[in-house]
């Protein structure tokens, strides 16, 4: 319990660290025009990396490396769930293309 609670801790104190970075990554992203369905999409997926890292580590640290595993694909499941809107548009403008 103590081990989970400092990595939650810790994790906490990183993300906290991290806003600004973001913010600054957002605001230039904004100057730039561009779509912030993407940026959006790429910190939700970094966000999910984070934590499907920490809860895996945090199984294998308690023994249970099919339960690290299972973290693990529940992660990149999630992580395929989030970029479904980005391979649908990749699709239609490969149609456009095309036609």
Same mark, same amino acid.
């Given at each position: 319990?103590?081990?989970?609670?400092?990595?939650?801790?810790?994790?906490?104190?990183?993300?906290?660290? =991290?806003? #600004?970075?973001?913010?600054?990554?957002?605001?230039? @992203?904004? !100057?730039?025009? *561009?779509?912030?369905? @993407? =940026?959006?999409? /790429? $910190?939700?997926?970094?966000?999910?990396?984070?934590?499907?890292? $920490?809860?895996? &580590?945090?199984?294998? &640290?308690? *023994?249970?490396?099919? %339960?690290?595993?299972?973290?693990?694909?529940?992660?990149?499941?999630? /992580? $395929?769930?989030?970029? %479904? #809107?980005?391979?649908?548009?990749?699709?239609? %403008?490969?149609? !456009? /293309?095309? %036609?």
């Amino acid at each position: 319990m103590i081990k989970t609670a400092a990595a939650a801790a810790i994790m906490a104190a990183v993300i906290s660290g =991290l806003v #600004p970075v973001l913010e600054r990554v957002e605001a230039m @992203y904004s !100057e730039t025009g *561009g779509n912030s369905e @993407y =940026l959006t999409v /790429l $910190l939700k997926s970094l966000g999910i990396c984070f934590l499907t890292q $920490l809860a895996a &580590d945090i199984c294998r &640290d308690s *023994g249970e490396g099919t %339960l690290a595993s299972q973290a693990e694909t529940a992660g990149k499941t999630a /992580l $395929l769930i989030i970029a %479904l #809107p980005l391979f649908e548009r990749a699709a239609q %403008l490969a149609r !456009e /293309l095309i %036609l």
